[in-house]
T-cell receptor, first 115, second 114 residues
Framework: DTEVTQTPKHLVMGMTNKKSLKCEQH?????MYWYKQKAKKPPELMFV???????INESVPSRFSPECPNSSLLNLHLHALQPEDSALYLC??????????????FGPGTRLTVL | AQSVTQLGSHVSVSEGALVLLRCNYS??????LFWYVQYPNQGLQLLLK??????LVKGINGFEAEFKKSETSFHLTKPSAHMSDAAEYFC????????????FGAGTRLAVHP
């Protein structure tokens, strides 16, 4: 299985809602990533987990809260978002997160719209 | 600090013509380099990667890229464009040391017309 899956595919939420994005991989990868991609822009790194520990937080607002319950699963909890947070949220994984080179495998993304 | 510059935000070619997408990088150490493709409303798919082995790298779907250290370039080419190649292409750089952060270029949208 060389796939990263993300659910849901689409999400519409109000600014007072709480929702979660889910990402899963079964490739035995030990590093997982969250990216945010606005229209016609490249992906921007948000968080990196390595061996289930948060390794990088790119100064992301606290209304985004990542969680890595186990090595195969990565969540992104959303609370009190703003309309400007509307974007495509991409999850990725790689064999390792530090040191040696590792290519990142991306999921199809969750299209988030904040009303 | 690392950075990636993709020359040309839009490239248009005829079906069957050569595809050339340009990427230049800035890095204090020899980097790892990647090309990703993104089709509309989809995630990113790795086309090819350079990791300090052969300077000419072959990837999927007939694409290849050549690492030129003297020019700090990693341009992507395909001899003959197909309609299905129409997509957004991103060049990315990663340092061999430290965390596996990818720094992306701004992207090039490739259009292929009949």
């Amino acid at each position: 299985d060389t796939e990263v899956t993300q659910t849901p595919k689409h999400l519409v939420m109000g600014m007072t809602n709480k929702k979660s994005l889910k990402c899963e991989q079964h490739m035995g990868h030990r590093a997982m990533y969250w990216y945010k991609q606005k229209a016609k822009k490249p992906p921007e790194l948000m968080f990196v987990y390595s061996y289930e520990k948060l390794s990088i937080n790119e100064s992301v607002p606290s209304r985004f809260s990542p969680e890595c319950p186990n090595s195969s699963l990565l969540n992104l909890h959303l609370h009190a978002l703003q309309p400007e947070d509307s974007a495509l949220y991409l999850c990725a994984s790689s064999q390792e997160g530090q040191g040696a080179y590792n290519e990142q495998f991306f999921g199809p993304g969750t299209r988030l719209t904040v009303l | 600090a690392q950075s990636v510059t993709q020359l040309g935000s839009h490239v248009s070619v005829s079906e069957g013509a050569l595809v050339l997408l340009r990427c230049n990088y800035s890095s204090s150490v020899p980097p790892y380099l990647f090309w990703y493709v993104q089709y509309p409303n989809q995630g990113l798919q790795l086309l090819l990667k350079y990791t300090s082995a052969a300077t000419l790298v072959k990837g999927i779907n007939g694409f290849e890229a050549e690492f030129k250290k003297s020019e700090t370039s990693f341009h992507l080419t395909k001899p003959s464009a197909h309609m299905s190649d129409a997509a957004e292409y991103f060049c990315a750089v990663s340092e061999p040391r430290g965390y596996n952060k990818l720094i992306f270029g701004a992207g090039t949208r490739l259009a292929v017309h009949p």
